[in-house]
């Protein structure tokens, strides 16, 4: 794996990029992170896909080591434009997506306004939630002054107290990863922007576009997340109607560093299914 810094617009950010020695990612698997999240929290990933395909991580705007600035565009707009000059510039053009949490509204933006170049789709707790009643977290973050001071008192100890209660099944390596994620202001004041500017509408209106491509798609849900029920899994096959639908007992929001195995045995064939180079299904990981 290599870390190139890309720039979009004039927001520079760090992008995970592998793949197999002598090609190019004119066709790639790109993984999006949430909140909070980098592209190094699908390193478990990465390494058992990328003998097979070209594939792409970025750290997005506000989170991990991307740039912060005050004044860029938290919204999930924003976030799918920046997202789709990552591909742009990587010269990415069959596009297979992995997204977590707040990867799959912004992804799944994209998407919409891309079909003709989304090869795949691969939902890890998240999706076009709809219907979706916030968690409580969220609901804090939403609200004006409250969830500025909640942000503020919420200092390195308490954060991986949070996120070790609600995520048992994360070890203390992941727990302390995540937290450190979310630890600057300018990211606080990110999640801010992004929650309280995402509203319902925009998760409608992605339906209608992705379910007439009916693009190829998974889901893949720890049905223990408590930040999104697991009816939202079923809920994918609204915008997805041929989806495979995959659940993962007990696991939690982050399923995939909890059971990095399951999660593997089901995303590695169902990528492979769906590249578009043949000669790369008969590799065995080096």
């Known amino acids: 794996m290599i ?3 890309i720039v979009v617009g004039d927001v520079r950010a760090p992008v995970l990029v592998g793949g197999p020695a002598g090609t190019g990612t004119g066709e790639a698997v790109v993984f999006v992170h949430g909140n909070p999240g980098s592209g190094a929290d699908w390193l478990p ?3 058992a896909v990328r003998p097979y395909v070209a594939v792409v991580a970025p750290d997005m705007p506000g989170f991990g080591g991307a740039e912060k600035r005050r004044d860029m565009d938290y919204t999930v707009a924003g976030y799918a434009r920046h997202l789709g000059g990552i591909v742009d510039a990587l010269g ?3 596009v297979h997506l992995v997204a977590h949490d707040f990867g799959g509204p912004w992804s799944l933006t994209w998407a919409a306004a891309n079909v003709e170049r989304v090869a795949s789709v691969s939902l890890l707790n998240t999706g076009v939630l709809l219907d979706y009643d916030w968690h409580r977290l969220a609901r804090v973050w939403r609200t004006p002054v409250i969830g500025e001071v909640f942000q503020a008192a919420a200092v390195p100890a308490a954060v991986r107290k949070l996120l070790a209660h609600d995520n048992p099944g994360l070890d203390r390596r992941w727990v302390e990863h995540l937290a450190g994620l979310i630890r600057p202001w300018a990211t606080k004041r990110a ?3 992004l929650y309280r500017s995402t509203t319902r509408q925009m998760m409608d209106r992605l339906v ?5 491509k009916d693009i190829p798609s998974q889901v893949i849900w720890g049905t223990g997340d408590v930040y999104i029920p697991t009816a939202q899994a079923l809920r994918q096959l609204e915008p997805f109607p041929s989806a495979d639908i995959h659940l993962v007992d007990g696991a939690g929001h982050w399923v995939w560093l909890e059971r990095p195995e399951r999660v593997t045995e089901i995303l590695l064939p169902f990528l492979r299914q769906h590249l578009d180079t043949p000669h790369r299904l008969e590799r065995t990981p080096s």
């Open 191 to 193: 999640i801010l922007d």
């Open 92 to 94: 990415v053009q069959r």
């Open 45 to 47: 990933l990465l390494e």
């Open 208 to 212: 209608a576009p992705l379910a007439a």
């Open 3 to 5: 870390r190139q810094q």
